[in-house]
């Protein structure tokens, strides 16, 4: 089992107390997966990044001491915590997916920013730290120091494919675990929360057919019958999108997994939504959240991970639609807006314009510069007449920050990725000015 440096981190707790008895951190549980076993010739895979969503000076952890376990103090989050932290799940990544048989460039040192170049991979893997917890019993006297503890970690890795330039996988899982009284085992305790967080990713079909490269993507999709639905086209009347953006509004909603969330948007009245594979994963069923609040239950009826796209059905309602358009009609400097929940904002809406439109595997491809964060993806791209014209997919980041770069996947390609055929019945109607 490797401990990346373990005395260091119990050194650290102990400099970054806060003073006073307090009450034992809560550790999350999370459920043990074990990884998918990488093909015989798996992508490089090189571990890039760690950053950190935990709020500066946050409450994290306790220490405690002696036999008993008594008088807790607080564990904050800052730079020295973060350090180990991000060493510790750079070295469970490592560790965890060569045991899978992936093909990982080893950092030599604990430098997250010496050793491989990020030039020999064909993918780097970041991870951002959403949510850290632990507690733990020190004791020791003369030259004996041993610990025990528990500890928890939810972390949200993202995947840059190196050809492409782009984010082609965003997926949240956690890992927890308890270390018996021993030396290090305070720190021990940290590390397999991170390797049970790595392990867990890497059961995740969408993660690692991503790793593995075309050989496990190509294990193709199931035949799915044509599937005929009534949609609405919009009658502007020479209304602009401004006009008929807050309509458009009411049909985006939050797609909620136990992983993470996204965005999708309906486009039937009879509650189809529209969002992407990778936000529901291998779900069945997911929890969706509509423009009023309100939260329904929905099933998942298809999905096509090839072109990124996926079909909900909602619970039995009538339900505000998004009206569809053509995306054939987009040129290069075309204005179009985004609707989405990034960073759980629902309903956010931003404007850029159509950078390019591009082939890649033999599908079109719509490149924008309209503003996505995390939690976008789904969500509809809408034409300057506020008809959806095509999905977010994803963005390229430059660290954790977006750069202007932005794929979409047309709505033509997602009607024939999911065998749907749509038929208008009716044109949508605008949501009146105030």
């Known amino acids: 089992m490797i401990v990346p440096r373990g005395f260091r981190v119990v050194s650290l707790v102990a400099l970054t107390l806060t003073a006073g008895c307090v009450k034992s951190m ?3 549980r999370f459920e043990a997966s074990a990884p998918v076993t990488a093909p015989a010739k798996s992508r490089t895979i090189l571990f890039a990044k760690v950053a950190s969503k935990v709020p500066p000076g946050h409450h994290i952890g306790t220490l405690a001491l002696g036999y008993l376990c008594e008088n ?4 904050r989050w800052n730079q020295a915590t973060f350090s180990e932290t991000a060493t510790m799940v750079a070295r469970a990544f490592e560790t965890e997916a060569a045991k899978a048989g992936y093909r990982v460039l080893q ?3 604990d430098s997250l920013f010496e050793g491989p170049m990020a030039g020999q991979a064909d993918v780097l893997v970041a991870a951002v730290v959403k949510d850290f917890a632990f507690n733990i019993c020190r004791v020791g006297f003369g030259g004996y120091v041993a610990s025990s503890g528990e ?3 939810e ?3 993202q995947v840059f494919d190196q050809r492409s330039r782009r984010v082609v996988a965003t997926v949240t899982t956690g890992g927890s675990a308890k270390a018996s009284r021993q030396a290090n085992g305070g720190a021990k305790a940290i590390y397999e929360a991170a390797a049970a ?3 867990n ?7 690692a057919a991503v790793l593995a490269g075309e050989e496990r993507r190509a294990a193709a999709e199931p035949v799915l019958e044509p599937l005929v639905l009534d949609v609405q086209t919009l009658d502007t009347d020479g209304s602009s999108a401004p006009d008929v953006i807050e309509g458009v509004q009411k049909s985006v909603v939050t797609v909620q997994t136990e992983s993470g969330f996204g965005s999708g948007f309906i486009v039937s009245p009879a509650g189809f939504v529209v969002t992407s594979a990778h936000v529901v994963d291998r779900a069945s069923s997911v929890k969706v959240k509509l423009a009023t609040g309100q939260e329904i239950a929905g099933t998942v009826l298809r999905r096509n991970a090839a072109t990124d796209v996926a079909l909900v059905q909602l619970e039995t309602g009538t339900y505000p639609v998004a009206p569809l358009g053509v995306s054939t009609t987009l040129r290069p400097g075309s204005s179009v807006y985004a609707i989405g929940s990034p960073l759980g904002q629902q309903g956010t809406v931003t404007r850029g314009i159509v950078s390019a439109v591009r082939v890649e595997e033999g599908r079109r491809l719509i490149q924008s510069d309209v503003t996505i964060h995390a939690g976008s993806s789904g969500g509809p791209l809408l034409d300057e007449r506020g008809r959806v014209v095509a999905i977010t997919r994803a963005g390229v980041l430059l660290g954790n920050f977006g750069v202007g770069i932005n794929a979409f996947v047309p709505i033509e390609e997602a009607w024939a990725g999911l065998q749907v055929q749509p038929q208008v019945v009716d044109s949508a109607p605008l949501a009146p000015r105030r």
Request: hydrophobic letters at 50%.
């Open 26 to 28: 809560e550790v999350r």
């Open 72 to 75: 807790n103090a607080a564990i």
């Open 107 to 109: 950092h030599e040192s």
């Open 151 to 153: 500890s928890s970690l």
């Open 155 to 157: 972390i949200e890795w």
């Open 197 to 199: 967080a790595v392990r």
């Open 201 to 207: 990713v890497l059961a995740r079909e969408q993660f």
